[in-house]
């Protein structure tokens, strides 16, 4: 369990340093988020893209290092250029910079230089929420649309395996739903009681997964008796499994605009960690996402 992003900071300070390729590295934005990993020790960087650019963009920010830069205008050939150096070994977390995201994500996924790992691609996002007491991550507002269960069980894998990485050895798991029913007239909940069964089965990495379970239960134990539910991670939970985007979508966006929360985010499901952020996330938003990528790399 984590308490806050400068935990994590703090944590991933004492660790070696890592390497960050950047592809596409001609966003201000971005190169403030890699200066300020630099400056905390957090990582080194390698930047791919438009050389000129990235250099009057360094000479901006006040940025003196002698990062080092592979001159590559195109910006598709940049940011397979940028994968390959983590596929080599190079480097060992990819951040996406000025490039559209499916061409980014297209990169990613090339067969030759790619990430691939044969797992579904995932997007999973933490939350520091004023009032809690740990951080909160929730899986997928970000990526897939309306998955299956097979999916759902790919997505859920993903973010266990990256918070085992961090170092949550059993994180507790909410499959969110509208109850906590098996109605077939609601998918999501059917598709809960099946993850469930699969958990108790021993499908997953080590965690606690719960569900069909509603949103008051999961977070709050006053509400979870009053509905005379009985439930192991009532007010514990580390995880959210959305049912869908629009869910996780909505959930997140209510917890920035209406509770003040920060967030950072990760993709998952390639063989390294991979910083994707919105282009309007600030500076310090992205570094959170730099610290937690080499916290889920998982290796000290």
């Not at 991933?12 to 300020?36: M, N």
């Not at 791919?48 to 901006?60: A, C, F, H, N, Q």
């Not at 596929?87 to 990819?94: C, D, F, N």
């Not at 061409?103 to 929420?129: C, M, N, Q, Y």
Request: glycine share 8%; net charge negative; proline share 4%.
């Amino acid at each position: 369990m984590y308490h806050s992003f400068d935990e994590i900071l703090e944590k991933v300070k004492g660790r070696k340093s890592l390497t960050i390729s950047v592809a596409v590295a001609q966003d201000k934005d971005v190169l403030e988020a890699i200066k300020l990993a630099m400056d905390a020790g957090l990582a080194n960087a390698i930047l791919v893209g438009d050389k000129r650019e990235i250099t009057e963009m360094l000479e901006e920010i006040g940025f003196s290092s002698d990062i080092p830069v592979i001159d590559e205008p195109d910006i598709n050939k940049a940011a397979l250029k940028a994968v390959s150096l983590v596929k080599r070994g190079e480097a060992q977390i990819l951040m996406k910079g000025l490039i559209n995201s499916s061409d980014f994500l297209k990169a990613v996924l090339d067969p030759g230089d790619g990430l691939r790992t044969g797992r579904l691609i995932s997007h999973l996002a933490a939350f520091e929420v004023p009032g809690q007491d740990r951080l909160i991550f929730h899986t997928d507002g970000g990526m897939n649309i309306a998955p299956d269960l097979q999916q759902k069980k790919d997505i859920l894998t993903n973010a266990i395996l990256a918070l085992n990485a961090m170092g949550i050895e059993k994180p507790n798991v909410a499959v969110l739903t509208a109850n906590e029913k098996v109605n077939p007239k609601m998918p999501a909940t059917v598709d809960a009681q099946a993850l469930v069964e699969m958990w108790e089965a021993g499908e997953f990495p080590p965690s606690v997964v719960e569900g069909p379970i509603a949103l008051d239960v999961a977070v709050s134990s006053e509400a979870a008796k009053h509905k005379g539910i009985i439930s192991k991670i009532t007010g514990q939970v580390d995880l959210f499994l959305m049912p869908n985007i629009e869910t996780g979508n909505a959930c997140g966006k209510t917890l920035i605009y209406y509770a003040g929360a920060k967030m950072a985010g990760l993709v998952l499901g390639a063989a390294n960690p991979i910083v994707m952020t919105s282009r309007a996330e600030t500076a310090i938003g992205k570094l959170n996402s730099i610290a937690l990528a080499c916290l889920a790399y998982g290796k000290e």
